[in-house]
């Protein structure tokens, strides 16, 4: 089955700099990659995804990359401020025909990130 | 709409004390979904289901049991606690024709002593 690893476990970086998390994949079949983000006492949510057909996607201040033949994928935030501290959730999946989607998403062990003013 | 929601949001068990967590949703999804999220092992899934009527085990499914006998609603079930079981419990529903989007409920903090 799928195993995701995410690094780092931790990061601490000053507002206004950029952070990297990085998770890589064991299943080649996997084909969607969301990042979920989930604030202290909250619920995760998603807030951006990559198809495999896709090498790179931005929305704003976030972008993910994927790099299908290493089995890697990145999250990128760019100008971080302090709203940014979270923990983030990298997954896989891959969604196969109707009768073989789950749904089921296979989370990598979560990045707290910090920023600090 | 409320979304996805649990109840109930805290409890304290006894050790062996068994109790029922519901999940309730009003989106309409086929599929939910019960996690378990713990310092450093991010979210593990335990049971899932793909309709009424139908559940299947997940990555740490021991210890737990499930129900779907309604659409809108996914029971987890703890027969005799056990302080291994403390954790954070997520609801998440999908939607097959969607945006492959997990939604999640607010969770319910368990303590077993």
């Known amino acids: 089955g799928e195993n995701v690893e995410q690094h780092p476990s931790t990061l601490s970086v000053q507002e206004g700099d950029s952070a990297v998390i990085k998770c890589t994949y064991s299943d080649s079949a996997s084909n969607y990659f969301p990042w979920y983000k989930q604030e202290l006492g909250k619920r995760p949510q998603l807030i951006i995804d990559?198809?495999?057909?896709?090498g790179e996607k931005k929305d704003q201040r976030i972008a993910v990359t994927l790099n299908k033949t290493a089995k890697h994928f990145s999250l990128h935030i760019t100008e971080t401020q302090p709203e940014d501290s979270a923990v983030y959730f990298c997954?896989?999946?891959?969604?196969?025909?109707?009768?073989?989607?789950?749904?089921?998403?296979?989370f990598g062990q979560g990045t707290t990130l910090q920023v600090k003013p | 709409n409320a979304g996805v929601t649990q109840t109930p949001k805290f409890r304290v068990l006894k050790t062996g004390q068994s109790m029922t967590l519901l999940c309730a949703q009003d989106m309409n999804h086929e599929y939910m979904y019960w996690y378990r999220q713990d310092p450093g092992m991010g979210l593990r899934l335990i049971h899932y289901s793909v309709g009424e009527g139908t559940t299947a085990k997940g990555e740490v499914p021991d210890g737990y049991n499930v129900s779907r006998l309604k659409k809108q609603n996914f029971l987890l079930g703890l027969e005799s606690a056990a302080p291994s079981q403390t954790s954070v419990y997520f609801c998440?529903?999908?939607?097959?024709?969607?945006?492959?989007?997990?939604?999640f409920g607010p969770g319910t903090r368990l303590t077993v002593t």
């Open positions: 990559i198809r495999s057909n896709v």
């Open positions: 997954a896989a999946i891959p969604l196969g025909f109707l009768s073989s989607n789950t749904g089921k998403l296979i």
């Open positions: 998440a529903t999908y939607r097959i024709s969607g945006m492959h989007e997990q939604y």
